[in-house]
């Protein structure tokens, strides 16, 4: 039996990947470990609540001492980082905790599974990996053609990126140095169930729901090639079985739309579902955001090829599965936007 120790699943895509893998292996143990900062929350795990294969504890991943004590008390053979501070306009705003959390927590993570996985020098117990979920950020900007390759030269723009990229660096430098087992996946902008509404997709279904203005950054025009979370899971999964010592793999669907395509589609699938008076008139162009990359597009190739990776949700598909998640768990977003962190989200947003 395999045991897993995922980090950051109260958030985003780790409570996806949490449920994806209780859902698809009946004999895997896995540890979610988040802090649950203001963008994990533990309602997305309540229908695991009780599984028998599944642990949460609250801790950072910058405690060494409580790291320590999991690996102490449990026989880890994966460590799969989500954890991280993972929003942009944050990371402009305060980049500092995202070095903490995204660079010296991934070191941190590193040194403690080196630690307990070694069993001499440069040698590991069988079948241990690390994998570090990263992001296609680290490449920085695309012009109109061409598309990331892993072999695209890191190019960060905003903290978030350069924060993400320092973490991949750090992975590297303890694949190339220690041969320590390792993998970097490198995926774009996923959508679907339980993402914080201050990222564009579930932000502008909010807003339409309360009738508040859309806020589009610069013209619009800005591409991101989006990715239904699901598929982002089974690629990690396909990694984390069958991907090749210190490789990085790429991840996308090449499903790139522009900014203001995006927020049409939503106001479009909502003024017929749920009320004729959400409207483009809510659209609202603002000042762009500060370094603002104008394109990602993932190559997906070499997981294609190597691991036989390939989206199962098409974009049409899973933007309504999206908003109907939405729809239908309201009070999903009213309390994870209220309570202890309501002056946070509303400073920040509002
Ligand atoms: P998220 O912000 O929704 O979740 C992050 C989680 O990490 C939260 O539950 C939070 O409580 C936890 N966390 C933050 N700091 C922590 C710390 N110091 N110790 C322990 N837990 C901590 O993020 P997400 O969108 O789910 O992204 C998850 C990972 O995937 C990130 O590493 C991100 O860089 C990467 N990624 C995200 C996207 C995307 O489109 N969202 C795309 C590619 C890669
Ligand atoms: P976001 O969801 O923050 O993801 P990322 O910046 O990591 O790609 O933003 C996606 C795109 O949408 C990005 O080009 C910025 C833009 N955007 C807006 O135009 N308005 C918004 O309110 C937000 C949150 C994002």
Known sequence: MKTYLVTGGAGFIGSNFVLYMLKKYDAIKLINIDSLTYAGNLENLKEVEGHPNYTFVQTDIRDEKKISELFENNDIDYVVNFAAESHVDRSIENPSVFVETNVNGTLNLLNVAKKYWTIGEDQYKPGKKYIQVSTDEVYGSLGDTGYFTES?????????????ASGDLMVKAYADTYKFPVNITRCSNNYGPYQFPEKLIPLVINNCLNKESLPVYGDGL?????????????????????????????????????????????????????????????????????????????????????????????????????????????????????????????????
């Open 222 to 350: 800005n591409i991101r090639d989006w990715l239904y979370v699901e598929d982002h899971c089974k690629a990690i999964d396909m990694v984390i079985n069958d991907g090749k010592q210190g490789e990085v793999y790429n991840i996308g669907g090449h499903n790139e739309r522009t900014n203001i395509d995006i927020i049409k589609t939503i106001i479009k699938h909502l003024n017929e579902k749920v009320d004729a008076s959400i409207t483009e008139d809510l659209i609202t162009y603002v000042k762009d955001r500060k370094g603002h990359d104008r394109r990602y597009g993932i190559d997906p190739q070499k997981i294609s090829d190597a691991l036989g990776w390939l989206p199962d949700t098409a974009f049409e598909e899973g933007i309504i599965k999206t908003i109907d998640w939405y729809l239908e768990n309201r009070e999903w977003t009213q309390n994870i936007t209220s309570g202890e962190y309501k002056d946070y989200y509303t400073n920040m947003y509002k």
């Open 152 to 164: 695209t030269p890191l190019d960060p723009h905003s903290p978030y990126s350069a924060s993400k």
